[in-house]
Every structure is written in structure tokens, then in C-alpha cells.
């Protein structure tokens, strides 16, 4: 892989932004921890550390899986929050430097600008003017699809809050099953007096695991739907610009057909 590609640089800004996510989680549990090691020698914690560790303790394996989750869950709203804006897909330096270069009618140096630009816009742009020697309707429907192909794969870079918004629930029902299952059978076992405790440990454990699956899949159906449309938005604005600059430049060609020819 070329550690200067997009993709690299995407994926090591992911990684970046998990590491912070986890760093963060470990700086806010990290308090708990020292209470509970205080608690087990025998002092009483203060404030609220030993409620967070009770919590991390009922959850067990299964609360483990969602906390990684949510680390994840953290680290893709953030990158795309970075990423789908629109300075992003339309960089306003490159979109002033097309115009000043059709001003010229220097179409050539205007595609070597937009060839090494990486951005939705410029992406877009390119393919049209690649295609503008076949005629301006083929160009915009050239322009078109390859926009299109970029709209997808944007979109498949959220489709994982999808996926965590469906599975937080079934991952938290997971472990209702387990705590259910654990209190009815300390009931169904017991042949003398039973402990309440006992039961009130698996039906704290399912109850804490539902929440847990719930609380990450909520904000995670919140955002992928904040996110399709600001890609929605966005998209579609670039486009339309694209097209009126590819427009512009088919005006431009046509006048120096005899010369570009």
C-alpha cells in the first residue's frame, strides 16, 4: 500500500482517533479501578468509582464486547465528522484556482490542477473533462457516474453505524438471556431458603447488558442517519458544481477546437 494514498492516510487517521478513544475510556475507568483496589483492602471508596466498577464487574465478557464496540462506534463518527464536510469534497482554493484557469482558457494546466487533487469535486471534474472529446452529453453522464461511484463509497464507510445499530440490541439481549438464565437457575437448584442476592445478580447482569446494547445502538442509528444525509447534501451540491464548471470548460473547447485538435 502506498503510505501516501488516501486510503493510507485514512486508515492511519482511524487508527489515530482509536487509540484517542480508548486512551480516553482508559483515563475515565482508570479512577474506578483505584477505588475498587482500595475497596478490597478493606477502606470504603469515595464518590461514585465503585458504582462504575460494579458495573464493569456485572457486565463481564459481554459488556467487554460492547465497550470495544463503542470504541469503535467513538472513532467513526469522529473521522467522519473530519471527513464529510464540504470545504472536504469541494476544496474552496481549488474550486477559485478552476475558475481563474478557465479565465485564462488554460484548459491544460486546469487539468493537471484537478488531476492532483484528490477531492470529490475534482474527482468528478476530471472524468468529465476526460470524456468532453466524445461531446458534452457524454461527459456530464460520464461526470455523473463516476460521482455516483463516489457517493457509494461514502456510503459504505458509514454503513458499519448501521451494523452497530442493529447489533448493540441483539448483543445486549444476548446477555438478558445469560442473566435471566443465571437467576432462574439459582431458584430452580436452591433447596433451602433462597439467597436474594443470588438472584439479584442475574437479573442485574441482563438488565445492565440491555443497556449497554441499547445505549450504543441508539446514538449509532442517530448518526448514520445524520450522516447519509449530510452525504446526501453534499454530494449533490458538488456535483452540481462540477457540472457547471464542466460546462464552462466545454464553452472554452469548443471556441479552441481547431487548436486543442
Known sequence: MNLHSPSARRLARFCLLLLVAGAAAFIALHPSLAFAQQEGEGGTPEGGGSLLWWIIKVSG???IVIFLLSFYFVAVV???FLELRQSVAAPP??????ERLIGQRNIQQLYDTLRGDDSYFSRALTAGIVELQHGVDEAREKLDRQAD???VDMEKRITILAVLGTLGPMIGLLGTLK???ASFSVIAMSSQALKASAVAGGISEALVLTFEGVSLSVPAIYFYAVFRNRISTITTKTTLMADDQLRAIARLAKGKAPAAS
Do not use: H, K
Not at 482554493?93 to 478552476?98: D, L, N, T, Y
Open 78 to 80: 469522529i473521522q467522519q
Open 149 to 151: 461511484s463516489m457517493t
Open 61 to 63: 465478557v459481554i459488556g
Open 93 to 98: 482554493e481549488i474550486i477559485e484556482e478552476c
Open 179 to 181: 442473566g435471566m438464565i
